[in-house]
Nanobody, 124 residues
């Protein structure tokens, strides 16, 4: 069993940067494939990006590539989402998720554990 807790969300202005953290509890964190998703009001949950257990492979949805960065610190059992040049359309609740199978996917139902989410609001 893995519990995930996101933090770092808040209200920022367009063009600002923000770093979200997702702290995990439980064993074998380094074997979990970790993903970030977001959900804006009235929209479906959207894949943001993901990182393999070792951190050696990182994946992004094309529209966010270049602005967002994902990293992890397995010693701290934490995964990060660095968001730069934020836009109002980035406003959403951001979730991290863990997948027991360390293989890439952007499909939300293929993740086994979810955090409660953290709100990011970008004002224009």
């Amino acid at each position: 069993q893995v519990q995930l807790v996101e933090s770092g969300g808040g209200l920022v202005q367009a063009g600002d940067s923000l770093r979200l953290s997702c702290a995990a509890s439980g064993r074998a964190f380094s074997t979990y494939f970790m993903g970030w998703f977001r959900q804006a009001p009235g929209k479906e949950r959207e894949f943001v990006g993901a990182i393999s257990g070792s951190g050696g492979n990182i994946y992004y949805t094309n529209s966010l590539k270049g602005r967002f960065g994902i990293s992890r610190d397995n010693a701290k059992k934490t995964v990060y989402l660095q968001m730069n040049s934020l836009k109002p359309e980035d406003t959403a609740v951001y979730y991290c998720a863990a997948r027991k199978t360390d293989s890439p996917t952007g499909i939300s139902v293929e993740y086994d554990y979810w955090g409660q989410g953290t709100q990011v609001t970008v004002s224009s």
